[in-house]
């Protein structure tokens, strides 16, 4: 059988019995849903009623799943991780600049305990693989009064086969394609250990004392970039990131500041 067809479905007790002891004693509720519109979706309408802290939505298939800037996300039965998770951040709304950036570490400590592998960042919040995209992170806030109800949001490719990349505009990685290739269970606790790790470190101290590891990961750092911002490109080369999460990007008149909200940026190659 093609290994890319493989399923092995998640299992919630599996997932519990492999949690570091410190996430065992913060989680609250983990549930694995057979089909959900989007993970993130589901938290966010839940914290208008509940306490998200604490609760682990993932799924085997989503039919609504969102990226940033309102993209979709593919999610086939079966053969991805799509996972949410609800934090209580002690921290108001504009101080968690820099968050997304830290799930991204967070995400690349996870899969390279699963799995040793070529793993880059894009900013703001892709993953790479050998330079294609292997998952991507969406973090939203739930609630914003403090503590801070964020819902991170994670999805990354493990088996997607021929038909389903074929819908997705851009060259894409898949962890089927590693030897061996990762559990998705083993890979979905490492995960969760790993955000609860790096949330609590953030809402301690920010991403500041994790912003030199980050740039060490960014696949941009350093080179030519076109960006678009509403109706025009603009280009110039990556300078790094602000402990705000910032792209800081120099061109002819200067460095500029942008933030994840308002672009997308390219390789000017």
Not at 100 to 106: E, N, T, V
Not at 114 to 128: A, E, F, I, M, T
Not at 167 to 196: G, H, K, Y
Not at 242 to 248: K, M, Y
Request: proline residues 4%; neutral net charge; contains cysteine.
């Amino acid at each position: 059988m093609d290994r890319l067809l493989e399923v092995e479905l998640l299992q919630p007790e599996l997932i519990r019995s492999r949690l570091l002891p410190n996430t065992c004693a913060w989680l609250k509720e983990l549930t694995v849903h057979q089909e959900i519109g989007s993970t993130n979706a589901a938290l966010v309408a839940r914290a208008s009623h509940n306490a998200i802290d604490g609760v682990v939505y993932l799924a085997e298939r989503q039919t609504a799943g969102r990226g940033r800037r309102g993209r979709t996300w593919v999610s086939p039965f079966g053969r991805n991780i799509a996972l949410s998770v609800g934090i209580g951040v002690e921290r108001p709304p504009a101080r968690l600049g820099g968050l997304s950036l830290a799930i991204g570490l967070a995400t690349i400590d996870a899969i390279t305990r699963c799995s040793s592998c070529d793993l880059s960042l894009k900013w703001p919040n892709d993953v790479l693989l050998g330079g294609r995209k292997l998952g991507g992170i969406l973090v939203e806030v739930a609630d914003a009064r403090v503590p801070v109800s964020v819902v991170i949001g994670v999805g990354l490719n493990i088996g997607i086969a021929a038909d389903e990349r074929a819908r997705i505009d851009q060259p894409i990685a898949d962890l089927a394609e590693l030897d061996p290739r990762p559990s998705r269970n083993a890979l979905a606790a490492t995960l969760i250990d790993s955000i609860v790790d790096y949330t609590q470190a953030f809402a301690v101290n920010g991403f500041a004392p994790m912003r030199e590891l980050w740039l060490e990961r960014h696949a941009l750092q350093g080179k030519a970039v076109r960006i678009a911002i509403a109706n025009r490109v603009e280009e110039g080369s990556v300078e790094g990131v602000t402990v705000d999460g910032a792209l800081l990007v120099r061109d002819c008149t200067g460095t500029r500041e942008y933030v994840s909200g308002e672009v997308s940026v390219r390789s000017a190659g």
